[in-house]
């Protein structure tokens, strides 16, 4: 699944592969942002992020607009050896014709981030809802990144639309 | 879920930093980080310094985020928290101030995971109403999780302990038995069954928000995994199966067989269905001690026996109050939700000092009763190894008074006060059997 070197600038995918949580920005029906914390998972050209059908009204949101932003900013939840901060701007596709097994052909980039997934995952019958999950497909079309996580300087702009 | 304005700004100071975004010019969202300061009178942040070409535009609606997790090496993270605010940006140099109009979040310390989810549980309805799906589980685990096949135990040993009493008497019969332990347990599983439909129908589980895996139902008519009208069917079946393992059993042992049957079968009835609903009048223990107390054990000794015994009713009391107990303590983190349904358990009716105390004083009484039962004579003197099992009856008790107040933290205290009945009961028939062997 991993495709390396990715289309990413090689500072974000670090970034991306180390993160356990990240900043999902959607814009909902009357065009205010709104930002939920989610695991990103990267395959080398797309992020992924998995939301369970309990917590879908972003996916409603993306539906209707599928323009979102990935915010990697919290020196704790993102793990990288130098800090850094980022965000990947791009569409976003929402994947929910298997809702209950879909979104396990992630598993493997899940399971590096998060081992005990697998623990979860066989306890899923107690909470079978939390398991049924729409698949969030990020295309990036444009990062920021900002070396040592100092925002107060401009950030690194790569623009991604064509690769 | 909403907070006031201020007391989103309150919480906020605590996080490490803040996530402003907005939408850009060219409708995509975006996205920058920075430290900040807070100014709760004002119910306002302020965001910096910031590269200003990289701040919104002033008047640009932001959504400022806290957001914070704990990892846990190779294993996930734990204290997840987050708060959202919403205002209009207002930009001075390299700073960004907003003045929350709008706010949002959850702190799992505040609301455990376990009910986040289940209070967004219609969301996951109308999510699936929107795609024209539902949610899918193996015929196997929904049939687990329906029947709570887990608390057969509470059938288990109570049958269990009437044909150790029979063959303590000479009288013991495996195959009629073992029809008696099949035909219990399609009652209780019935019973099971029949108490999640009028738990649905009266909409006293849809009101709980805080189930754990020994309370609050099955949960599957509310997750959408099983329909009502296959609750109704399989427990229609299960009662079936036990009416007519009761008319065999009767007829090859004793029409008076009937009375105790039936006494079983109506119990199992009138416990959640209206209008009679014993549980919701703070019968339910009552109901339950006697119907998995002496109906089951005395009724198990008539099957072997073909007699009723007056020792198999003392020996099955100890066992009738630690099963009342059982739902007694699964009651209390379920009392918000039953309150509401009008579901007037003891729980709901009584103060948790109250109900602690109560608690002590059944548990001390089912333990006395064994010695009491030896030297009376009615019970043999090995059973008295069944009080190997009250240190554990202390330690239910000292979880269920410490978390009281905690649903979650409770399902320990409630997982040892069920295996409290499991162990005594079996330390029970195992005394028996020790007695009749030597």
Same mark, same amino acid.
């Given at each position: 699944m991993l495709e390396r070197p990715g289309i990413l600038p090689s500072d974000v995918e670090r970034l991306l592969d180390a993160a356990l949580v990240a900043e999902l920005t959607v814009v909902d029906a009357s065009g205010r942002p709104i930002t939920y914390p989610l695991i990103p998972l990267y395959d080398g050209a797309k992020v992924f992020m998995t939301s369970a059908v309990l917590f879908s009204k972003k996916l409603r949101?993306?539906? $209707?607009? !599928?323009?979102?932003?990935?915010?990697?900013?919290?020196?704790?939840? /993102?793990? $990288?050896? !130098?800090?850094?901060?980022?965000?990947?701007?791009?569409?976003?596709? /929402?994947?929910?014709?298997?809702?209950?097994?879909?979104?396990?052909e992630l598993l493997p980039l899940w399971r590096a981030k998060e081992p005990v997934i697998d623990a979860f995952l066989k306890k899923r019958f107690g909470i079978p809802l939390f398991f049924e999950r729409s698949v969030i497909e990020i295309t990036p079309r444009r990062t920021l990144f900002w070396e040592g996580g100092r925002t107060d300087r401009g950030p690194v702009v790569t623009e991604l639309v064509g690769v | 879920m909403a907070l006031a304005p201020i007391a989103a700004v309150e919480r906020a100071r605590t996080y490490t930093h803040a996530i402003v975004s907005w939408v850009d010019d060219d409708g995509y969202p975006t996205t920058v980080a920075g430290d900040f300061t807070t100014d709760a009178a004002a119910a306002a942040v302020e965001v910096g310094p910031i590269d200003s070409a990289s701040l919104p535009p002033g008047g640009r609606e932001v959504c400022v985020t806290f957001s914070h997790i704990r990892p846990q090496p190779g294993m996930g993270y734990d204290e997840r928290r987050y708060v959202n605010l919403w205002g209009d940006a207002i930009v001075t140099g390299s700073t960004l101030r907003v003045v929350a109009t709008r706010t949002a979040g959850w702190d799992e310390g505040d609301v455990p995971f376990m009910e986040y989810a289940e209070r967004s549980v219609p969301e996951a309805h109308a999510y699936f109403d929107a795609v024209g799906g539902a949610p899918r589980l193996s015929a196997w685990w929904k049939f687990f999780l329906a029947t709570r096949l887990p608390f057969l135990t509470a059938t288990i040993v109570p049958i269990a302990l009437g044909g150790a009493i029979a063959a303590y008497d000479d009288s013991f019969s495996l195959g009629f038995w073992l029809l008696a332990l099949l035909a219990g347990c399609a009652v209780h599983l019935g019973l099971n069954i029949a108490n999640d439909i009028f738990d649905d129908l009266s909409g006293a589980d849809a009101a709980n928000t805080t189930p754990t895996p020994f309370s609050g139902g099955s949960r599957v008519i509310q997750y959408g995994l099983v329909t009502?009208?296959?609750?109704?069917?399989?427990?229609?079946?299960?009662?079936?199966?036990?009416?007519?393992?009761?008319?065999?059993?009767?007829?090859?042992?004793?029409?008076?067989?009937?009375?105790?049957?039936?006494?079983?079968?109506?119990?199992?009835?009138?416990?959640?269905?209206?209008?009679?609903?014993?549980?919701?009048?703070?019968?339910?223990?009552?109901?339950?001690?006697?119907?998995?107390?002496?109906?089951?054990?005395?009724?198990?000794?008539?099957?072997?026996?073909?007699?009723?015994?007056?020792?198999?009713?003392?020996?099955?009391?100890?066992?009738?109050?630690?099963?009342?107990?059982?739902?007694?303590?699964?009651?209390?983190?379920?009392?918000?939700?039953?309150?509401?349904?009008?579901?007037?358990?003891?729980?709901?009716?009584?103060?948790?000092?109250?109900?602690?105390?109560?608690?002590?004083?059944?548990?001390?009484?089912?333990?006395?009763?064994?010695?009491?039962?030896?030297?009376?004579?009615?019970?043999?003197?090995?059973?008295?190894?069944?009080?190997?099992?009250?240190?554990?009856?202390?330690?239910?008790?000292?979880?269920?008074?410490?978390?009281?107040?905690?649903?979650?933290?409770?399902?320990?205290?409630?997982?040892?006060?069920?295996?409290?009945?499991?162990?005594?009961?079996?330390?029970?028939?195992?005394?028996?059997?020790?007695?009749?062997?030597?």
């Open positions: 949101h993306i539906k $209707a607009n !599928p323009k979102v932003a990935v915010a990697l900013t919290d020196p704790v939840g /993102v793990p $990288a050896e !130098p800090f850094a901060r980022a965000t990947v701007i791009g569409n976003a596709h /929402v994947i929910e014709d298997d809702l209950h097994s879909g979104w396990e | 009502r009208r296959q609750m109704i069917g399989l427990c229609g079946c299960f009662y079936a199966i036990a009416i007519g393992l009761g008319f065999v059993l009767a007829a090859a042992r004793g029409w008076n067989l009937l009375w105790i049957g039936g006494a079983g079968l109506v119990l199992s009835l009138v416990y959640s269905m209206p209008p009679f609903q014993l549980v919701s009048r703070g019968l339910g223990e009552p109901v339950t001690a006697l119907g998995f107390g002496p109906v089951m054990v005395l009724g198990t000794y008539f099957v072997c026996a073909q007699r009723w015994s007056w020792d198999a009713v003392y020996a099955s009391v100890p066992v009738a109050i630690l099963i009342a107990l059982v739902l007694y303590v699964n009651e209390i983190p379920d009392r918000i939700g039953d309150e509401k349904a009008g579901k007037r358990t003891i729980p709901v009716r009584l103060a948790p000092a109250r109900v602690v105390a109560i608690y002590a004083a059944a548990a001390i009484t089912a333990f006395a009763l064994v010695p009491l039962g030896v030297v009376l004579g009615i019970m043999p003197a090995w059973t008295l190894v069944a009080l190997v099992a009250a240190p554990l009856a202390f330690k239910a008790y000292i979880g269920i008074r410490d978390f009281y107040e905690m649903p979650y933290a409770l399902m320990g205290p409630m997982q040892t006060n069920i295996g409290v009945h499991l162990v005594t009961g079996l330390l029970l028939v195992a005394g028996y059997v020790v007695a009749t062997l030597v």
